[in-house]
């Protein structure tokens, strides 16, 4: 994106965002996860790390990492503390 273009699609303080911006993002519903994505966001929001939830669930740490970036995608969050905030929120 251009400089001119950016520019343009910022909002300053005090102004209003424009009518195309997207919502804020909003925890999905159980049903957009699949059963093990909530399994391991479960953990998450109970304050697991990634060796114990690998442990539990019989799986590696890459694993339960790769899970976790589906995850943060689908929530629409940057990290396990956005995540449990987020699964609070929906609860």
Same mark, same amino acid.
């Given at each position: 994106?251009?400089?001119?273009?950016?520019?343009?699609?910022?909002?300053?303080?005090? /102004?209003? @965002?424009? &009518?195309?911006?997207?919502?804020?993002?909003?925890?999905?519903?159980?049903?957009? +996860?699949?059963?093990? #994505? $909530? /399994?391991? @966001?479960? &953990?998450?929001?109970?304050?697991?790390?990634?060796?114990?939830?690998?442990?539990? +669930?019989?799986?590696? #740490? $890459?694993?339960?990492?790769?899970?976790?970036?589906?995850?943060?995608?689908?929530?629409?969050?940057?990290?396990? +503390?956005?995540?449990?905030?987020?699964?609070?929120?929906?609860?």
């Amino acid at each position: 994106m251009q400089l001119e273009e950016r520019e343009s699609s910022e909002s300053l303080p005090g /102004q209003t @965002a424009p &009518a195309h911006s997207a919502p804020a993002h909003e925890a999905p519903s159980p049903a957009t +996860l699949t059963p093990r #994505e $909530q /399994q391991i @966001a479960s &953990a998450i929001a109970d304050g697991r790390t990634n060796r114990d939830i690998a442990s539990r +669930l019989g799986i590696t #740490e $890459q694993t339960v990492k790769n899970h976790l970036t589906s995850i943060f995608e689908k929530v629409g969050v940057d990290n396990r +503390l956005q995540l449990g905030l987020a699964l609070v929120r929906r609860a």
